[in-house]
Nanobody, 125 residues
Framework: QVQLVESGGGLVQAGGSLRLSCAASGSFLSIDTMGWYRQAPGKQRELVATITTTSSSSTTKYADSVKGRFTISRDNAENTVYLQMSDLNPEDTAVYYC????????????????WGQGTLVTVSS
């Protein structure tokens, strides 16, 4: 199984920046896609950004609302995904969840996913 530990949330003023981190640990064969989702009060959870890497390339995907302001990156050696958030506005206030797709270490490997516990980001106006 994979466990996720998130960090980096907090309170920031509009226009400010925050960096979220999510480290995966445990027993697994490999990690596929890593990403961030968020859920604002009274709203459904939505995709923020994902990153999928192979031995030769990296593919990122962003919600339209964060393009140009947020950057997702990944350290494969540390099994960690980051979300650099800039030019934050109050509409970015939400609980941010890390999500990881991975293949289990048993046989045959299973395609599984795990969610982090969430980290709160609050942007004041």
């Amino acid at each position: 199984q994979v466990q996720l530990v998130e960090s980096g949330g907090g309170l920031v003023q509009a226009g400010g920046s925050l960096r979220l981190s999510c480290a995966a640990s445990g027993s697994f064969l490999s990690i596929d896609t890593m990403g961030w989702y968020r859920q604002a009060p009274g709203k459904q959870r939505e995709l923020v950004a994902t990153i999928t890497t192979t031995s030769s390339s990296s593919t990122t995907k962003y919600a339209d609302s964060v393009k140009g302001r947020f950057t997702i990156s990944r350290d494969n050696a540390e099994n960690t995904v980051y979300l650099q958030m800039s030019d934050l506005n109050p509409e970015d206030t939400a609980v941010y969840y890390c999500n990881v797709d991975y293949y289990s270490s048993d046989w045959p490997p299973q395609d599984l996913e795990v969610w982090g516990q969430g980290t709160l980001v609050t942007v004041s106006s």
